[in-house]
């Protein structure tokens, strides 16, 4: 079986370097991985003491950010090497503070497992919730390095719990411990005969608490909103923004919106300028505008999102009519906003949580949104009460981070 992945590995990379030639996402992908080992040997000496994380994209980055700050402190000493798999998350993150070093991580074969760990010769290694690459877990554990599976999800459709599944099934043995968010989780890991599991939970509210204690001030958001009730769009996708501009074009209330668009192609951000009727102007276009006379923004640029969310009243988050589902719903909660999002949510369980606990509303149709924003743009008591749930429920989550950290002390210190 070893045999025959290693086989598909080899010609997925052929295939990804035909499709780069017409696929500008595949061509970032193929382009940033030529010269990683160049890279590597011109930063990475054999006298370096080295840790390395991996995230599969930008929101398992964000996910275990709050363990590499904290490991970054606890090791002084050593340098930090953080992976990614996807260029969306290593675009938008390759210029990070944290890491000493953040590069793509080489496709799994044989060959380029044993160089990378050759050339990194980390003493401690994270994979951040899932990604399992069964050359560079098998010369980890080769190589006896203590490696740790850092929140966690596990779940019965994975190949691991499969009748042909045991090729993978071998990779877990290389993980020293790990670290889960939920009780399923744990269970399955145990089926499989594991019990170096722990339920430390989901970084993420880790991550998002911390958000509070930094500067979320915006001059230009204070000036567009004026101390009027603004609804937050964050992360919409088409199918979200036809209803939402529906109810924008219909509302007669006294609301602004704030539209960030999960594409930022400057087409895309056109045709939804132009399907407004009310007043809008572009984040591109708010220099020497009067903020404060119109009545939608869209935020035609990345990384001022989280910050924006302070400002909500009232959060939309998107994503929630595609595969698999809605986006990151913990950053606005933490604000204490209430939420809405469309029906595709189960996959994600602080959604589903929040949804049962009804700090956010899942709606699934025009009228649906209508309602629920209605409801709570009419309401104010509703809406701090379902903000109270959202806060409320990311405070009484954190502390994984701790969990995790306590236990690597006791191992490795």
Known sequence: MFFLYNILVHFAGFLLKISAVFN?????????????????KHN???????????????????????????????????KIIVTFFSPSGFEVRKNNSVADLTIYLPLDTKENAKLFLELTHPELVFFIKYEYWPNYLNELKKQKTKTYLISGIL??????????????????????????????????LQSLGYQNVKISGDTRFDRVVSILERDNSLGFIEEFKKNTTTIVIGSSWPKDEELLVNFINQSSENVK????????????????????SKSVILFSEKDSKKLNEYAVLIID?????????????????GGGYGNPGVHNILEPATFGIPIVIGPNYTHFAEATALVGL???????????????????????????????????????????????LKHIENDHL
């Open 257 to 276: 919106f704030i539209i960030a668009p999960h594409n930022i192609k400057s087409e895309q951000i056109q045709e939804l300028k132009k399907s407004i």
């Open 155 to 188: 779940r019965e459709n994975q190949v691991f719990f499969k009748w042909y599944g045991g090729f993978y099934r071998n990779c877990l043995q290389t993980f020293e411990h790990f670290f889960v968010q939920n009780e399923s989780s744990k269970k399955l």
């Open 24 to 40: 500008p996402k595949m061509k970032l992908f193929v382009e940033g991985r030529k010269n990683i080992f160049e890279t590597l």
């Open 358 to 404: 009804e700090g956010c509303v899942s709606i699934s149709s025009q009228n649906e949104l209508n309602n629920a924003f209605s409801n709570l743009i009419l309401n104010r008591d509703i809406r701090h009460e379902k903000g109270h749930i959202c806060s409320t429920f990311v405070q009484m989550n954190k502390g994984a981070t701790a969990v995790i």
């Open 44 to 78: 990475i000496s054999t006298n370096d003491k080295t840790i390395w994380f991996h995230a599969a994209s930008l929101g398992e980055f964000e996910q275990g950010l709050p363990v590499v700050e904290k490991i970054k402190i606890k090791f002084p000493s050593h």
């Open 301 to 317: 640029t990345i990384g001022i999102l989280t910050k924006i969310y302070s400002y909500a009243d009232i959060a939309y988050i």
